[in-house]
């Protein structure tokens, strides 16, 4: 396998598109259909499909009343922005599921929100974050030394 789609039910498809380009801090375009939408990475990998709950006979997306939206589902992206998408999902709804914390597994910093129709979304860090670079410590040499020292790079 290469790819894989995850397609959710949804009850609008161009305003959870809107969400989710805002989300991931994509520049705004419309689904290809009303009931139908992919939102895209900029190398063209598809990362999400919006699929109109009843617009089509699939078994699976007749209607959210049949079964509760995510249930079993964790929509989990890895992000390389992460301050700048936590900044963009707290525009987007009033309180995070799960405020930003260190993940133990994956070392990286994640959150969750919840979208329009209720699907639980994480966003993780691409990376675990860089420990902080100590400096140096500089020693310092006595006067009569940093004196000769001077001397033979003359």
């Not at 959870?16 to 290809?32: D, E, I, N, V």
């Not at 929509?75 to 922005?81: G, S, T």
């Not at 910093?109 to 902080?132: H, I, N, Q, T, W």
Request: aromatic share 10%.
């Amino acid at each position: 396998m290469k790819r894989t789609w995850t397609i959710l039910g949804v009850r609008d498809v161009p305003a959870s598109f809107t969400w989710y380009q805002s989300l991931f801090g994509q520049r705004a375009t419309r689904p290809g259909h009303d009931f139908f939408g992919q939102i895209v990475d900029t190398d063209g990998t598809v990362l999400l499909c919006l699929h109109q709950w009843g617009s089509h006979e699939h078994p699976t997306l007749l209607s959210p009343d049949e079964a509760t939206p995510g249930n079993g589902l964790l929509l989990f992206f890895r992000v390389d922005d992460f301050a700048k998408a936590l900044k963009r999902a707290r525009a987007l709804v009033t309180r995070l599921e799960e405020e930003p914390h260190l993940n133990p597994s994956t070392r990286t910093m994640e959150f969750a929100l919840r979208d329009p129709d209720g699907y639980y979304v994480m966003l993780s860090a691409l990376s675990a974050p860089r420990p902080a670079r100590r400096r140096p410590r500089k020693v310092a040499l006595p006067a009569k030394a940093r004196g000769r020292i001077r001397k033979r790079g003359s």
